[in-house]
């Protein structure tokens, strides 16, 4: 079984300050996918890591993906109440077609 | 324009019923997927259709039955429904991948009480 553990499971900040979320396993992954999902909805891509190394922004958010591709992180600088929300990492293995393995979730609120 | 669409989105029932939650998506995807979502939030794959082929198969009960009658349809058919079958249900849709990990695409979800 491939596991990805994910923390912390809860964050709760002050608007302005920064975090990072953790994604790990002990599988090598093929591709790793951070999703965000608002209550009431399902969750939405924000960005796909295929290099062991690989870095990519998106605007405030920062994504890592470690050089053995086993883990991976989010950052998010100056955090504001719009990021709030269910965080959930999600990584794929070439031996499991196009089947996503999805992490516990991270659950971030960002007070004003 | 809604790419993935479940109905219906809310279901309370009683304990005992069978019941049925119905998904499509018009974004020309071979691949569909049912996810169940607990309470603690945790995102868990039940089953999924490639060309409507059933490829995952998860240790579910054998009370829930997928039906996939085209690529654009997966229909979930849940008998004899439990308490522990309250959850959050989670159509999803992508492009078949030989574990590149596509895109997937998931619908708003259905909340289902069961009573």
């Known amino acids: 079984t491939q596991l990805l553990e994910q923390s912390p499971q809860f964050l709760s900040i002050q608007e302005g300050e920064n975090l990072t979320v953790y994604c790990n396993s002990s599988?090598?992954?093929?591709?790793l996918q951070w999703y965000r999902q608002e209550p009431g909805e399902g969750p939405v891509l924000l960005v796909t890591?295929?290099?062991?190394?690989e870095v990519k922004k998106l605007k405030r958010l920062t994504f890592q993906f470690g050089d053995a591709r086993k883990d991976s992180s989010l950052h998010i600088t100056a955090a504001q109440p719009g990021d709030t929300g269910l965080y959930l990492c999600?990584?794929?293995?070439?031996?499991?077609?196009?089947?996503?393995?999805f992490g516990e979730g991270t659950q971030l609120t960002v007070n004003p | 324009d809604t790419a993935v669409s479940q109905t219906p989105k809310y279901l309370v029932t009683q304990m005992g019923n069978d019941k049925s939650i119905k998904c499509e998506q018009n974004l020309g995807h071979d691949t569909m997927y049912w996810y169940k979502q607990d309470s603690k939030k945790f995102l868990k794959i039940m089953f999924s259709y490639n060309n409507k082929e059933l490829i995952i198969n998860e240790t579910v009960p054998n009370r829930f039955s997928p039906k996939s009658p085209d690529k654009a349809h997966l229909n979930l058919h849940i008998n004899s429904l439990e308490l522990g079958d309250s959850a959050v249900y989670f159509c999803?849709?992508?492009?078949?991948?030989?574990?590149?990990?596509?895109?997937?695409?998931f619908g708003p979800g259905t909340r289902l009480l069961v009573l």
């Open positions: 999803a849709s992508s492009q078949w991948s030989s574990g590149s990990g596509e895109t997937q695409y």
């Open positions: 890591v295929v290099t062991g190394g």
């Open positions: 599988s090598v992954f093929s591709s």
């Open positions: 999600a990584g794929a293995f070439w031996t499991s077609g196009s089947r996503l393995t």
